[in-house]
């Protein structure tokens, strides 16, 4: 066999193409999730140099950009996009929650609202880590998937308030206390270095650089995953739908090579980003 | 100038009783005979040519050779005659630099300032090495000098000075009320700034500057820091502490703005650190942006006042105003912020310390049980697939 026949064989064996694909999350899903990634990296990169004022590379950064005014104004516009993400977010799930009369956002298998099954994955997944039990199987959201989710939620709507109460500080001077205004900057500071730290190094190895992932996974950008990645993850989810008959309903098409490189270039960038964004963070937060 | 004056006349009546002749040393005309030939030189290689007609417009013009030059007495004169002695006009100056850090003499002649003896001007006159305009590259000869400044251990001032808003105005500008060297040094009884007597003696500082800035000398005097000073209490701050002595800038200028809190923080450390907490401080130590709040956009810059003054404008009734000089909107209940609030201290800001103690408990325990987790799960999955491919025949691993 030449070389080229072999390295056409192991490119076919590599693409999966016969191999079926899954829906697991809508177009608008997936573009929120990217202007949630992309306001977010834009908020660290321009709220750390303040967080860590007194740094090298804060200073420097600050200089490059031309000033602070500059980083405020660009913070402020990112938050404006995360804002309108959130909402967004929001508004769709009471439409599909009051007005499509959707089930299962709340409570349920399919829904983000932690319950017991989550506790109990919890503590068997931590057994297996260390070998005293079998593998939990996962429903459609697994518990850390759900903690990530109320992170983020809890975390935009905190670091949200504190910001605007901030940014229009007089009136919010009009119905909160006085030491409010002083913990409004503790708390952004804080829970944005908990966000940044967070996602970072526990939602980025969680998510995309676990063995199981590596390195990335690429769903939320494609919106679908192959069968076999699909089983293993999740095998409740597919089970259930088997069961009940609706899995291929759920069939979706294969990625197309430009959505996986696509995916790859912005995933790669954002992860990058954010990795160096740790590095600095660590680096300046060790030193404080 | 008196002296001087009747020096000169003595020898010019003496002059017309004994006449012209062989033997006395004569007229200014006698001398220029000889010494107006422009490369005429002593033995060591000095030029000892005179201009007449520059002496002649000169202050000294009306003086004659011989009331300087008094060990010439006869005409061809000696090869070494005695050094020409100023002080015996101007005693005056001559006892000030005695005691002055300038009094050694072999090294500061009096013409290393005034220029040559022979083309000296009124201080007022432009062509005057005194003149206002010129003090600062008269003194700069040797103050501009890195050389001499690295030997007697002194700050290389001549370019800080001339990039002052003092030299700018001085040199750029040509304002003759611009404080140039000697306005606060003194000119001929320069002491050190060690010296109590010295208008650059940290206590004297104000009292120098308030020459020019009464104003702002009379505000500085009625504040803390001036009160302190006159107290005899030599750690607060006078003028020079804050503006430098030589490098003056403006103080609206990013520069100044950017340099002027570590000032303050070097004795209100408490409050530097305080300030370093707050989004005053995060904003304005990056640069460019350096609108925000410094020590004296609240405090005041001369006339500090504590927050107990009604004058202050720190004291609780004025702080809406305070505030509202870059707050639009600033209210009573927006001017409860507390720009020096310390977190970490339980006693002072009780709900500050307890809402940073759990944030801070928040951020350490989720991280903290995550990376744990993650860890342990990494471990696991990698060694599930390291078997999972050994099992499968080990072509990856």
């Not at chain 1, 009136?171 to 944005?192: K, M, T, Y």
Request: glycine share 8%; hydrophobic share 40%.
């Amino acid at each position: 066999m030449s070389d080229l026949e072999h390295a056409a064989e192991q490119s076919r064996e590599k693409s999966h193409a016969s191999e079926r694909h899954f829906m697991r999350f809508t177009p608008g899903q997936r573009y929120l999730h990217a202007a949630l990634f992309t306001s977010f990296l834009g908020l660290a990169a321009t709220g750390l140099p303040l967080r860590f004022s007194e740094s090298i590379w804060a200073r420097g950064l600050a200089k490059g950009v031309g000033g602070f005014g500059a980083i405020l104004f660009f913070h402020k516009f990112c938050a404006l996009v995360l804002t309108a993400a959130f909402l967004i977010h929001v508004k769709d799930l009471f439409t599909r929650a009051f007005v499509h009369r959707e089930k299962g956002i709340f409570w349920g298998k399919t829904s983000m609202v932690a319950n017991w099954k989550d506790v109990k994955d919890l503590v068997g997944h931590l057994r297996w880590f260390v070998g005293l039990g079998p593998k939990p199987q996962f429903e459609r959201y697994a518990y850390w998937e759900k903690f990530d989710y109320w992170a983020v939620f809890w975390g935009m709507i905190v670091i949200g308030f504190s910001g605007y109460a901030m940014w229009f500080a007089p009136f919010f001077a009009r119905f909160l206390p006085g030491w409010a205004l002083n913990a409004v900057l503790v708390i952004h500071s804080e829970e944005g270095l908990l966000a940044i730290l967070f996602i970072f190094s526990i939602h980025f190895v969680n998510t995309h650089l676990r063995p199981d992932s590596f390195p990335m996974d690429m769903v939320i950008f494609t919106g679908v995953e192959s069968e076999e990645e699909f089983k293993h993850k999740r095998p409740l989810e597919y089970e259930g739908l088997k069961a009940q008959g609706k899995l291929e309903a759920r069939i979706g098409d294969a990625p197309g090579i430009w959505q996986i490189n696509f995916s790859k270039v912005v995933g790669f960038t954002a992860i990058a980003i954010g990795l160096v964004l740790l590095v600095l963070t660590l680096s300046a937060y060790l030193r404080e | 100038m008196k002296t001087v004056s009747s020096i000169a006349l003595a020898f010019a009546a003496l002059a017309l009783v004994f006449g012209p002749g062989r033997g006395m040393a004569q007229a200014n005309s006698d001398c220029l005979a000889c010494h107006a030939d422009a490369s005429m030189q002593d033995g060591s290689g000095h030029s000892i040519s005179v201009d007449g007609h520059k002496f002649g417009a000169s202050l000294h013009g009306s003086l004659k050779c011989v009331d300087c030059h008094t060990s010439i007495k006869e005409y061809p004169h000696p090869e070494q005659i005695t050094a020409v002695k100023c002080e015996s006009c101007h005693a005056d100056q001559a006892e000030g630099l005695a005691g002055s850090v300038h009094s050694v003499k072999a090294e500061h002649p009096c013409t290393s300032c005034h220029g040559d003896a022979h083309s000296i001007f009124p201080k007022n006159d432009p062509r005057s090495a005194v003149y206002a305009l010129n003090v600062p590259r008269t003194c700069g000869a040797c103050h501009g000098n890195d050389a001499m400044a690295k030997k007697h251990g002194l700050p290389n001032v001549y370019p800080l000075y001339m990039d002052s808003i003092h030299g700018f105005a001085l040199g750029k500008e040509g304002l003759l009320v611009a404080a140039n060297c000697q306005s606060c040094h003194g000119s001929h009884h320069i002491l050190s700034h060690k010296d109590p007597q010295s208008p650059t003696y940290k206590a004297n500082i104000p009292k120098t500057c308030g020459t020019c800035h009464a104003g702002i000398s009379a505000n500085y005097m009625g504040g803390v820091h001036g009160k302190a000073v006159a107290r005899g209490n030599l750690k607060a701050p006078v003028c020079t502490d804050c503006h430098t002595a030589h490098a003056i800038l403006q103080p609206t200028e990013a520069a100044f703005r950017m340099q002027s809190t570590p000032i303050c923080g070097s004795c209100h450390k408490e409050k530097l650190s305080t300030y370093h907490d707050t989004f005053h401080s995060q904003l304005g130590s990056l640069g460019g942006y350096v609108e925000t709040a410094r020590c004296w956009d609240c405090h005041g810059a001369h006339d500090v006042l504590p927050a107990s003054d009604p004058r202050s404008p720190i004291a609780k009734a004025n702080l809406v105003t305070t505030c509202g000089k870059c707050h639009a909107g600033a209210n009573a209940s927006f001017v409860n912020y507390q720009p020096h609030a310390n977190a970490r201290n339980r006693k002072l800001n009780p709900a500050l310390y307890f809402v940073r103690l759990f944030m801070n408990l928040l951020l350490a325990g989720t991280l903290t049980f995550f990376v744990i987790h993650t860890i342990l799960w990494l471990i696991r999955s990698r060694y599930d697939q390291i078997k999972k491919k050994a099992a499968e025949g080990g072509n990856h691993v």
